[in-house]
């Protein structure tokens, strides 16, 4: 017994309607309050000015004869006057609707954003980034899947719960006049709303399921959109080619199940002739007594209105699909927070079998003090065809510049993310002093670690923030911030900024302006240099001058020696000027460490170092042996 009442309690909680107003009262109870309020009114304020309206209706023949001053001519203008208060409410419904709509949105904006963001940082690492269920997920919680935006779910849920309950009280007016009245019109709504509903879900259903090509289609439009690729999209003539593409994964992705679609829809015609019957019964039932002065003017008035006024009960519109859109997201959400917060500061596992993703607890300050030691590390990139490391082992000496060479693609970025942990390997390990990297604290050893990817971010801040990145407030070492920028060649640069140090690096904003790639560059050195002045101890420059010119690298490089003194350090570069000062160098080819030692040791042993060497000094000296 008790088991039979708990499940329609549980059911109804774990409802996503219910849910999404249960996110609504955990924002702000006096908000879902408000709320509460509006549905009442809602379901109100229309029924009762048509009764009012009716009732008036019902006392004009007897006020026209007996005159305003009658008993009838009085309660003629107590009736219009309740109907007029009662409209002038309902007048008052649309800005409030509107207004308390722009709070909700923007208090649910907000936390679902503060979810989402907590979700998608808690792992350590960035492989859930791109696992395309993930993907699916965040687009769909974002409303961008399919163009409703869950933020709006709570409101929605509330004007349409206030249709449903005026609905519902039309139709006991109606019980009102015959009690089997009302529950026929009631019993017919119900019937043609369950088919209609389920048609809704059956659309949005396919569309969610079609998470993949709609998000290539909304990539390929901000494509379009955005003034990066903007460019390129013109140079190249993308134009028509993104327009075109964007159609065919739109339409794929929204070509619903039509022979499902068709069989429910016939459904819908058959329950409506039902609801056609209902309708013509009551009215003639209506009409008949009246004709037989079974019922006055007042009650056949206030009883004609009721008869549309049911119809909330059953109507199925445009608000129903955008609604069910907007619940898809409530799932989503829930399923982001459950697979990702518990992996909290862990590294995504790369595989089920990987041991290798715990979160770790050693402090690692001031770690590195004797190497790192990456032994018979393997790497496999999820999905992937092919090992980037089969067997890789490799000592980095604390306190050392070791300087890291290798063809396009032979993973010499890909080390630089397991050293950061922001993956794992899939065999083997790393020692930091002995020590397994994954014994470490993973966001303590992060902060240690000061990388200038190739593809560093451009943040659209303030050249102070984006060197600092002091999003914390924490108080800005002004004497290293400008060390840092004197190092990396950046003093010139802020200086020339309308604002200097002030100046947001974005053209998207007011007072704004935007660098050349070599100046961001310097912007990135300066911002790793930074970290490294704030105890990082980990200094990792992933192709770090390719942008900059000759001089500039030049002189970046010429002070290297001295910025990095104390630090361990990882260069990783084409150029062979930059290479060369390195304390070592590593060759890394097929997955390997090929060739291990100073510039002196590698030309000496004439291996691929020696040849690369060789070959890139005599294009610069006018030789002929060009790559
Ligand atoms: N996120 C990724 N997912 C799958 N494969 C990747 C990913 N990033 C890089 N790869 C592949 O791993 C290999 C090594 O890439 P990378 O480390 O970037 O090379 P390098 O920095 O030496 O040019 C390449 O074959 C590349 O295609
Ligand atoms: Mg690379």
């Given at each position: ?136 997920r ?44 009302g ?7 119900i ?79 058959t ?14 039932t ?24 049911s ?11 955008q ?111 002995g020590?397994?990297l ?9 902060k ?29 070492d ?26 947001i ?17 310097r ?7 930074y ?97």
């Amino acid at each position: 017994m008790l088991s039979r009442l708990s499940h329609p309690v549980a059911t109804l909680k774990s409802s996503r309607r219910v849910r999404a107003l249960r996110l609504l009262a955990s924002v702000s109870p006096a908000l879902a309050w408000t709320v509460g309020a509006f549905v009442v009114a809602e379901a109100v304020l229309p029924n009762l000015t048509l009764i009012a309206m009716g009732r008036a209706t019902g006392r004009i023949p007897a006020a026209a004869r007996d005159g305003l001053s009658s008993g009838a001519g009085h309660s003629l203008l107590v009736a219009l006057a309740v109907a007029g208060v009662c409209y002038g409410f309902s007048l008052l419904r649309g800005p409030a609707e509107d207004a308390l709509s722009s709070v909700v949105r923007a208090r649910m904006v907000v936390t679902l954003q503060r979810r989402l963001v907590t979700a998608v940082s808690a792992p350590a690492g960035i492989a859930h980034l791109e696992d395309s269920e993930t993907l699916d997920r965040l687009a769909n919680v974002q409303g961008q899947l399919m163009n409703a935006a869950p933020a709006d779910a709570p409101m929605t849920i509330a004007s349409q719960l206030g249709g449903w309950l005026s609905g519902t009280m039309a139709c006991v007016v109606l019980s009102t006049f015959r009690w089997w009245l009302g529950l026929a019109m009631f019993a017919a709504w119900i019937a043609v709303r369950r088919p209609l509903g389920q048609l809704v879900r059956t659309r949005v259903s396919s569309f969610r399921a079609a998470g993949e090509p709609l998000r290539r289609a909304w990539y390929l439009f901000a494509l379009a959109t955005r003034p990066n690729a903007a460019k390129e999209a013109r140079v190249f003539g993308l134009g028509a080619w993104l327009a075109a593409e964007h159609r065919t994964h739109y339409v794929s992705g929204l070509t619903p199940t039509w022979h499902e679609m068709r069989r429910q829809g016939r459904r819908v015609a058959t329950v409506a002739v039902g609801v056609f019957a209902v309708f013509a019964l009551s009215a003639g039932t209506l009409g008949w007594t009246a004709y037989h002065h079974e019922i006055g003017l007042g009650t056949l008035a206030v009883m004609l209105t009721m008869l549309p006024s049911s119809m909330t009960v059953g109507t199925v519109s445009m608000t129903d699909f955008q609604l069910e859109m907007m619940l898809t997201a409530v799932p989503d959400l829930d399923a982001l927070t459950d697979s990702l917060v518990p992996m909290a500061d862990a590294v995504d596992a790369v595989d089920d079998t990987s041991a290798g993703t715990s979160a770790g607890t050693v402090d690692p300050a001031g770690m590195p003090r004797r190497d790192v030691v990456f032994e018979n590390v393997a790497f496999r990139y999820p999905g992937g065809e092919s090992d980037v490391f089969s067997d890789l082992n490799l000592t980095l000496r604390a306190g050392e510049s070791t300087a890291l060479v290798g063809v396009n693609g032979a993973g010499k970025t890909t080390l630089v993310t397991l050293l950061a942990r922001l993956r794992d390997p899939s065999r083997g390990r790393i020692l930091v002093d002995g020590l397994p990297l994954n014994d470490l604290h993973v966001r303590d050893w992060q902060k240690q670690v000061a990388v200038v990817y190739q593809d560093y971010t451009r943040y659209p801040l303030t050249a102070e923030e984006n060197v600092t990145l002091n999003l914390l407030g924490g108080p800005v070492d002004d004497a290293a911030l400008r060390q840092a920028a004197e190092r990396a060649g950046a003093t010139d640069l802020i200086d020339n900024l309308p604002n200097g140090w002030r100046t947001i690096l974005s053209p998207q904003y007011e007072g704004g302006t935007d660098l050349s790639g070599g100046q961001w560059q310097r912007i990135a050195l300066a911002r790793a240099l930074y970290a490294i002045s704030r105890g990082a101890t980990v200094l990792i420059l992933d192709e770090p001058t390719a942008q900059l010119d000759v001089r500039a690298e030049a002189a970046f490089y010429d002070r290297f020696l001295e910025i990095t003194q104390g630090v361990t350090s990882i260069v990783i570069s084409h150029r062979f000027s930059t290479v060369r000062r390195a304390n070592r160098i590593a060759v890394l080819d097929a997955g390997h460490i090929t060739e291990l030692g100073s510039h002196t040791e590698l030309l000496a042993q004439a291996g691929t170092y020696a040849n690369l060497f060789t070959t890139q000094a005599a294009a610069f000296t006018g030789g002929r042996k060009r790559a």
